[in-house]
């Protein structure tokens, strides 16, 4: 297959990177990255709390800004960009949709478990009506085999999906793995393809330049990486890749690189590494956002983060069952005080 001439970019910082941030991205801030991320030709910038619309909760972690305000600051300031919010259907609502479009939201990101589309339906239905571009967004792909995942695609594309995403959440695919899930959805939507990737593994830009020779369109990224886990594809290291490599896209590398170091990088809380949990993560297949939840739990129950992780990976967790972190914690806890005693 041909590689395609234009590669279209949605950039995650504001949503994916929140994880990092623990949500507590102010209203300067907000209005600081996306006008960079507009005035750099992002044709998309993703803007909500790290789980979606609806997701600020005691469970999935508390917001500093409603869903709201974080979408008013941001519309004043994209002219070009198309302002994108997510929602995990069960976490976020209708209404929230509603509420999103009124606020200036040009798109929404419908995301499910890879086996899950079908719980999308009314919310894309509601996204075509209101005159939103509708992305479904199959998470966590790795856990089901290429034609399951083609399945799925279609079931969006049969909802009035306008794109479909392949979505490695844990971080924990290969370039093999990437090509045989994204060809797969390829030949069987009408409708563009794209991948969203984390760094787990350190594979992010290299499994997003394996999506795009299968035939993907629409790739993530986010400035310096920021995201849950080891982050997503870095954009601006994605923006030189993809210029080197002969593609072409809406991006101006220059100031993609800008925003990252002048505005991004000084409001990070840490630099965004491949600890040893995130690492674990993408081995183990474990769901990226579960990293500081995990962390916490550890310190908590005086356990080893990485057994949490792999038994979460053994349970084969997902995304909405972060209150399982807690219950395996404490049950590594009682096991390693029932063989000291």
Do not use: W
């Not at 789980?51 to 409603?66: K, P």
């Not at 079908?118 to 919310?123: E, L, M, P, S, V």
């Amino acid at each position: 297959m041909s590689e395609p001439s234009f590669v279209h970019v949605l950039d995650a910082t504001l949503r994916d990177g929140s994880h990092p941030m623990g949500h507590s991205f102010t209203r300067e801030q907000i209005a600081a990255v996306a006008g960079g991320l507009d005035a750099a030709g992002l044709e998309y910038i993703e803007i909500s709390h790290g789980d979606g619309l609806g997701g600020s909760s005691i469970n999935y972690g508390r917001s500093l800004l409603t869903d709201e305000e974080m979408l008013e600051a941001a519309a004043p300031v994209i002219h070009q960009a198309k302002l994108t919010v997510l929602l995990l259907p069960g976490i976020g609502i209708k209404e929230d949709l509603e509420m999103a479009a009124k606020h200036g939201a040009k798109a929404v990101r419908i995301a499910t478990h890879v086996t899950e589309a079908d719980i999308a339906a009314q919310h894309i239905e509601l996204a075509r009506k209101l005159g939103m571009e509708a992305f479904g967004f199959l998470m966590m792909s790795h856990m089901a085999p290429p034609e399951v995942v083609a399945a799925q695609a279609r079931l969006f594309e049969s909802y009035g999906a306008t794109t479909v995403y392949v979505a490695d959440s844990a971080g924990t695919m290969l370039p093999g793995d990437v090509k045989a899930r994204v060809k797969a959805v390829v030949d069987a939507v009408k409708v563009p393809v794209g991948f969203h990737a984390h760094n787990n593994l350190c594979m992010a830009v290299a499994n997003s330049v394996a999506a795009l020779e299968v035939g993907a369109s629409f790739l993530d990224g986010t400035c310096r990486g920021l995201g849950a886990g080891a982050g997503n594809a870095q954009l601006e290291v994605l923006a030189g890749v993809l210029d080197k490599l002969g593609y072409r896209s809406s991006l101006d590398f220059y100031k993609v690189m800008d925003v990252a170091e002048e505005i991004v990088a000084p409001m990070m809380k840490r630099p965004q590494v491949v600890s040893k949990n995130a690492l674990m993560m993408g081995y183990a297949g474990v769901y990226s956002s579960f990293l500081l939840f995990t962390a916490r739990a550890a310190e908590r129950f005086g356990v080893d983060a990485r057994d949490i992780l792999v038994e979460l990976g053994k349970r084969r967790m997902v995304g909405g069952q972060e209150d399982m972190i807690i219950d395996v914690a404490y049950r590594l806890a009682e096991q390693r005080k029932e063989k000291t005693a």
